[in-house]
């Protein structure tokens, strides 16, 4: 074997495989428009890896059981508000059931914040959904997210909230877009249980044998009107001659069995939310 030809192979076999890996670096930065969401597997390199120590939170929304899309969230110090180009990834390939940030009023399955305040971020998320069906929003994966920061699903029609971290949020939501509904927050759970009946010392409950709603008021509050939604949001019950006494019953018969929410409004515009079940 010729020494200088084998020399000269050894060297453009190393200098290719340079080549393939400074390519590999180059784009490690650019926007994700293939919606791949990046993983530990593929930040490896021939050099010592720098930690990562941002926090990442992945979440899953599954629509009948079949449709499936994980979006992801990081924080890093580099990022905006806005729209970051290398760090924010747009959502491509839309499907007819599907989640994704919102920023801009554009969709994106990757998004990159500043920083977390536990009292005022709030990201909003776009839903849509083709025809009537299940919905599941779960937590997928947590990266390096302090103990201290809540994972809060709000929903801002219903007024309620869900600590997925305890548990998924699971619903039927009729076909449409929801822009405005769904937000990501990051309030402790602990902050966000302390119940509004308490303050007012109002309390309600679904008595099943008689198929009716009890309401007990003991300060005697001024109550204008209560609502009943299914917990696809759609109002069932709007009971509007509220009776003004410590202890009062309304029938709210016909319902199928399922979760339902319960709105009461008072005359100095508090809202009291709870939910019911009925079997």
Same mark, same amino acid.
């Given at each position: ?38 993983? %530990? ?9 720098? /930690?990562? +120590?941002?926090?990442? *939170?992945? @979440?899953?929304? $599954? ?70 069906? %299940? ?9 390096? /997210?302090? +103990?201290?920061?809540? *994972?809060? @699903?709000?929903? $801002? ?83 509007? +001659? ?38």
């Amino acid at each position: 074997m010729n020494p200088i030809k084998s020399s000269i192979n050894t060297i453009s076999f190393f200098m290719c495989l340079l080549l393939l890996q400074t390519s590999f670096g180059q784009n490690s930065t650019a926007e994700n428009e293939n919606n791949v969401l990046p993983t %530990d597997e593929m930040n490896i390199s021939t050099e010592t890896a720098e /930690v990562d +120590d941002r926090p990442k *939170i992945r @979440l899953l929304f $599954t629509s009948i059981g079949i449709i499936n899309r994980e979006i992801l969230l990081t924080v890093d110090e580099r990022c905006t508000d806005g729209y970051d180009w290398g760090f924010d990834g747009h959502l491509n390939d839309v499907q007819v059931d599907d989640m994704s940030w919102l920023i801009n009023e554009e969709l994106f399955v990757i998004q990159g914040i500043g920083a977390v305040d536990t009292e005022e971020t709030s990201l909003p998320l776009n839903i849509q959904k083709s025809a009537v069906g %299940d919905v599941v929003i779960a937590i997928q994966s947590l990266e390096n /997210v302090p +103990d201290e920061w809540g *994972i809060i @699903l709000y929903d $801002t029609e219903l007024g309620m909230h869900y600590d997925l971290r305890s548990t998924n949020y699971e619903a039927t939501l009729p076909a449409g877009i929801y822009q405005d509904r769904f937000v990501l927050g990051f309030q402790n759970p602990s902050a966000l249980s302390i119940d509004d009946n308490e303050e007012n010392q109002l309390e309600f409950y679904y008595e099943m044998n008689s198929d009716k709603l009890v309401v007990l008021n003991p300060t005697n509050s001024i109550l204008t009107n209560i609502e009943v939604y299914n917990i696809s949001g759609q109002l069932v019950y709007n009971i509007k +001659d509220v009776i003004d006494n410590i202890r009062s019953e309304y029938r709210i018969d016909n319902l199928t069995s399922g979760t339902y929410i319960v709105r009461i409004n008072t005359n100095d515009n508090k809202v009291i939310t709870k939910k019911i079940i009925v079997n």
